[in-house]
């Protein structure tokens, strides 16, 4: 057929599809999302496809890493945007124009990084972690979903799911800790809240699944560094997560900033086609990290043009190139000269245009314009907010059960405590610090009427100045007991933030020694969001609670937990260690070649300070040993075992526990132990529960092979319980 009649023809089937069956297939909502991809891909010009693939800013950048800009001259065809601002006016203004103003009227879909809440800050990642309640997770998320859709955001960039063993690294923060089993539940918990079960819904959000993949293996916890991983721990750590959340149908996936052994994340075929779209089925968009495209050819240098480095990353499978504008000023000649076959760029409009679907946008672009006190920190939300904070806290230590506090005369002295900034961390949306409770705010609320509450800064969080001592050790001199609120400040760790000593700084160390020698009880409420060295400083204070930066209701959690009015529950998802020299240090090592101590260090001890897992609470609870439904078995049975846990003290508590197998025989070898399974129950005092642990013997006692096939061998598998164990035989 000539090309005369081609476009005859065409133009008579888009007349049949628009004229005589109504409206084009791709805006009857009725349709399959697919029919009605495939309808708008065949409408659309190789440039308006292009543009799809690029994702610009509109409004002003908060992070300092990535400044952006108002722009008042968006290529309005542009698939996407971050979205600077939190009323969805200056979005729905926007969205006018994309849909009047472009020739197929493609809504725009709008992103921005809500990765602990949106306006109603809750604790960092790592911190929920701690709390061992995956669905109260879920619930903070949902609230997040619904301030952020309800103000102009459709799509976040969060979870991430980097498995995080080193707390030099700053975004350990953003993480949920050191282990690849937590961090797919706390990973998973979040895509359902955010996203609900129907992306449409005016008050649920895309997820995505952030960095694909290894950016937690950063060479010596610095950021943005190379990462060596071998095929072992690519397979069983680093991609567990990632595999657990795009099998809960998360919508989108980041690559990330580091190299695996010198393949760009950006531009590794392997893991973002082979393996994720292959053999996964994922088919969300993947994006790029912030100019990580342009990274290729600025700094990674494995391209030495900016369309060198959108043919690696969009042919290795990243489908959306974030802010650096390699894909829109190259992508249109790349196709025309045949370097870039029209396929690839079909794929990846496709899944630009299925999540444009999902989400509703052809239906409704709009965010409907309501109040903010409808959409935002709403007291339901607060409340959730406030339980998330105290489920995260993580009592480490408590001599002498100084805590909860009896005292009259509270001395509150430190930097952290009246420092809202201190409670928000960082990538705090478009949270406002002034809404915060601050420490020292909760804590007078929490004891008015029932003691007296003094407070003195005593210095800085850094610095030298030490002019204020004298008032802390007068202030301290007075009181009953002494809460030093210290710690790091909100912007120490996070992207660019890495720190080689993690130590609270010199002059905090010091004035805490200070009141060595006062015969007080002292108690550190530590700020950090990271594990920090505590070495000369744990045995100089009775009690420590590990405040992490606790958001909005940070105040209220920490007043609850030293009064006793909140039982604290939270344990560690991640290693204390004594000291950096310590680094790495994580429960989940394989097996060494001898026993230790052989082979440790000889200079420094080779226990942590506080290991996973460590949380204390005031009450006391007692384990019965674990029993099975059977201890023989096959690879495709499936097994209860069991623990009956008893709450031996006088107060009502909440206990997490955590399963972990091991393997003492296997192929290759495995770590010491694995943590396969946890779960947190109220035990009433006096009472008792019990806790089941249903073992799928394909998905919990097997390990993945260098090509990431499941292998299960036969013999005994040890399941433990803190210090209870069963031995169980695999036939
Ligand atoms: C970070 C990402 C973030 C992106 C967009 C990057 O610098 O690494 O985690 O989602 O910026 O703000």
């Known amino acids: 057929m000539n090309t005369v009649l081609k476009i005859a023809a065409l133009s008579g089937l888009v007349f049949c599809q628009t004229t005589l069956l109504g409206a084009p297939l791709y805006k009857k909502p009725k349709l399959p999302v697919e029919t009605r991809v495939e309808d708008l891909l065949s409408r659309m010009t190789l440039h308006e496809k292009v543009m799809q693939l690029n994702q610009y800013v509109h409004g002003t950048n908060m992070n300092l890493h990535n400044i952006g800009k108002i722009d008042d001259h968006y290529p309005l065809e542009a698939g996407s945007y971050i979205y600077y601002s939190q009323d969805p006016k200056m979005r729905n203004d926007l969205q006018k124009r994309v849909l009047k103003e472009t020739r197929l009227g493609i809504p725009a879909v709008f992103a921005h990084d809500v990765t602990h809440g949106f306006r109603t800050i809750y604790p960092m990642p790592l911190a929920q972690a701690a709390s061992g309640n995956p669905e109260l997770v879920e619930k903070v998320c949902a609230m997040a979903a619904s301030e952020s859709r309800l103000s102009g955001t459709d799509w976040t960039f969060s979870p991430m799911l980097d498995v995080a063993r080193d707390p030099r690294w700053g975004r350990i923060t953003e993480t949920f800790g050191e282990d690849p089993y937590m961090n797919s539940i706390f990973g998973v918990a979040t895509v359902k809240g955010y996203q609900g079960n129907d992306l449409s819904s005016p008050e649920h959000m895309a997820a995505c699944l952030k960095h694909f993949v290894g950016y937690g293996a950063t060479q010596g916890g610095r950021d943005y560094r190379q990462t060596d991983i071998s095929d072992n721990d690519l397979w069983n750590v680093h991609l567990v997560p990632f595999k657990a959340c795009v099998d809960a149908g998360a919508a989108t996936l980041m690559s990330a900033f580091n190299d695996i052994n010198g393949v760009p994340s950006t531009a590794n075929r392997h893991t973002l086609t082979e393996?994720?779209?292959?053999?996964?089925?994922?088919?969300?968009?993947?994006?790029?990290?912030?100019?990580?495209?342009?990274?290729?050819?600025?700094?990674?240098?494995?391209?030495?043009?900016?369309?060198?480095?959108?043919?690696?990353?969009?042919?290795?499978?990243?489908?959306?190139?974030?802010?650096?504008?390699?894909?829109?000023?190259?992508?249109?000649?790349?196709?025309?000269?045949?370097?870039?076959?029209?396929?690839?760029?079909?794929?990846?409009?496709?899944?630009?245009?299925?999540?444009?679907?999902?989400?509703?946008?052809?239906?409704?672009?709009?965010?409907?314009?309501?109040?903010?006190?409808?959409?935002?920190?709403?007291?339901?939300?607060?409340?959730?907010?406030?339980?998330?904070?105290?489920?995260?806290?993580?009592?480490?230590?408590?001599?002498?059960?100084?805590?909860?506090?009896?005292?009259?005369?509270?001395?509150?002295?430190?930097p952290a405590a009246t420092d809202k900034r201190a409670m928000y961390g960082e990538w705090f949306s478009h949270g406002d610090i002034d809404d915060a409770t601050s420490l020292l705010d909760g804590i007078m609320q929490e004891f008015k009427g029932v003691a007296e509450v003094m407070y003195a800064k005593g210095c800085d969080f850094d610095g030298e100045e030490r002019s204020g001592f004298a008032e802390a050790i007068k202030t301290a001199a007075e009181a009953d007991v002494v809460i030093l609120c210290m710690g790091e400040r909100g912007n120490w760790s996070c992207e660019n933030n890495s720190r080689a000593e993690i130590a609270i700084p010199g002059i905090q160390r010091e004035l805490i020694k200070e009141f060595k020698n006062s015969g007080k009880p002292l108690v550190l409420a530590l700020t950090s969001g990271r594990p920090v060295n505590l070495s000369d400083i744990e045995p100089v204070v009775d009690a420590i609670?590990?405040?992490?930066?606790?958001?909005?209701?940070?105040?209220?959690?920490?007043?609850?937990?030293?009064?006793?009015?909140?039982?604290?529950?939270?344990?560690?998802?991640?290693?204390?260690?004594?000291?950096?020299?310590?680094?790495?240090?994580y429960y989940g090592i394989r097996r060494g070649a001898r026993f230790s101590p052989h082979g440790d260090y000889k200079d420094i001890p080779s226990t942590p300070l506080y290991e996973f897992g460590h949380g204390l609470s005031y009450s006391t609870f007692e384990y019965g040993e674990i029993t099975a439904d059977k201890t023989q078995f096959k690879q495709n049975d499936e097994l209860t075992l069991s623990v009956e846990v008893r709450n031996t003290s006088d107060r009502d508590g909440a206990e997490i526990i955590h399963w972990y197998i091991s393997d003492p025989v296997s192929s290759t070898v495995r770590p010491i132990k694995e943590l396969k399974h946890f779960e947190k129950k109220y035990i009433k005092s006096g009472d008792r529960q019990v806790f089941t642990f249903k073992i799928n013997p394909l998905r919990d006692l097997s390990i993945l092979d260098k090509n990431g096939n499941v292998i299960i061998e036969p013999g005994d598998f040890i399941v433990s319980v803190k210090d209870k164990t069963i031995r169980l035989s695999l036939e």
Request: proline share 6%; aromatic share 6%; hydrophobic share 40%.
């Open 545 to 585: 609670i590990e405040v992490w930066q606790p958001g909005i209701r940070g105040g209220n959690a920490l007043g609850g937990i030293l009064s006793g009015r909140v039982n604290p529950s939270g344990k560690l998802p991640v290693t204390f260690p004594r000291t950096p020299a310590q680094i790495p240090l």
């Open 275 to 414: 393996i994720l779209r292959d053999r996964w089925n994922f088919n969300g968009v993947t994006i790029s990290d912030w100019a990580s495209v342009s990274q290729l050819k600025d700094y990674q240098s494995t391209a030495s043009t900016y369309a060198e480095a959108a043919v690696q990353s969009l042919l290795a499978g990243v489908d959306i190139d974030m802010c650096s504008g390699c894909y829109s000023s190259t992508l249109d000649s790349l196709v025309n000269a045949g370097v870039i076959p029209i396929k690839r760029i079909d794929d990846a409009v496709r899944s630009v245009l299925r999540l444009k679907f999902r989400l509703g946008l052809f239906e409704r672009p709009y965010t409907p314009e309501i109040s903010r006190d409808k959409r935002l920190m709403t007291p339901w939300n607060l409340s959730i907010a406030e339980k998330m904070a105290e489920e995260s806290m993580v009592l480490l230590k408590n001599d002498q059960n100084v805590l909860p506090l009896s005292h009259k005369k509270i001395a509150v002295i430190g």
